[in-house]
């Protein structure tokens, strides 16, 4: 089991930047891949980023490429998502979630721990 609540949502204008927290208690965090999602109004949950449990692979959805960046701390129990170039389209309330297994999909049905979201909203 591992318990998951994310941080450092929040309002910022078209170009902006905000980095995502999401804290992770127990001692086996370094045994989950994480993904971050997020959802938007009326809108399906959909996948923005995994990182493997040692942090060795990332894979991003093309929507985010090149302007988000997932990483993991394991000593801190962490996991991170660094948003720049933020876009009025990236407004959406964003999950992180956990899954033990080495390399898990793009399927939020594949994750079994979820947090219960931060709210990023960006302006245009």
């Known amino acids: 089991q591992v318990q998951l609540v994310e941080s450092g949502g929040g309002l910022v204008q078209a170009g902006g930047s905000l980095r995502l927290s999401c804290a992770a208690s127990?001692?086996?965090?370094?045994?989950?891949?994480m993904g971050w999602f997020r959802q938007a109004p009326g809108k399906e949950r959909e996948f923005v980023a995994r990182?493997?449990?040692?942090?060795?692979?990332?894979y991003y959805a093309d929507s985010v490429k090149g302007r988000f960046t997932i990483s993991r701390d394991n000593a801190k129990n962490t996991v991170y998502l660094q948003m720049n170039s933020l876009k009025p389209e990236d407004t959406a309330v964003y999950y992180c979630?956990?899954?033990?297994?080495?390399?898990?999909?793009?399927?939020?049905?594949?994750?079994?721990?979820w947090g219960q979201g931060t709210q990023v909203t960006v302006s245009s």
């Open positions: 979630a956990a899954v033990r297994r080495m390399w898990p999909g793009e399927s939020p049905s594949e994750y079994d721990f």
């Open positions: 127990g001692r086996t965090f370094s045994t989950y891949s």
């Open positions: 990182i493997r449990w040692n942090g060795g692979s990332t």
